[in-house]
């Protein structure tokens, strides 16, 4: 029979999992950036303090973005592997000009595209996820791109 000690330990755990992916869900993680310049300042500042950046495209008519939001981002595994990470997100759902630029930056049409700095502000090409990815190979590839 379990101790109480560890009802507790277990109770504290899944509370904190659970809070964690809440914000996650509800994005309380990524700051907002608009335009090149503001992605510019917000990675150099990243760096700065030599922290790995990922910058989330998305919009509100972005089914796999909305299922990326809730089922992956929120992931435990995908949450240690993103430990340290700055987050920006660049919302396109008005597809005006400083948005096209941005996915035009990126070599994408459109969301979900996700881009990868390294702690000096140099983009990870080799990293850039485009579309759905389950958590498990989301975690995984974030680990791998680590390492490069």
Known sequence: M??????RAI????????VVSLAWAAGANFKPVKTGAELDQAIAAAAKSGKRVMLDFTA??????????????PDPAVQKAL????????????NN?????LLKRFDSKGPPVIAFFDG???????????G????????????SCTRS
């Open 83 to 94: 430990d340290g990470y700055v987050f920006l997100q660049v919302d396109v759902t008005k």
């Open 60 to 73: 509100d008519w972005c089914a796999p973005c909305k299922k990326m939001e809730k089922q992956v981002f």
């Open 120 to 130: 000096k502000g140099k983009e990870l090409k080799q990293c850039q996820i485009n």
């Open 11 to 18: 109770t504290a755990a899944v509370l904190a999992t659970t």
């Open 132 to 143: 759905f990815t389950k958590a498990e190979k989301f975690s995984a590839h974030i680990e």
């Open 2 to 7: 379990p101790s109480i000690r560890r009802f």
């Open 97 to 101: 000009a400083d948005d096209k630029a």
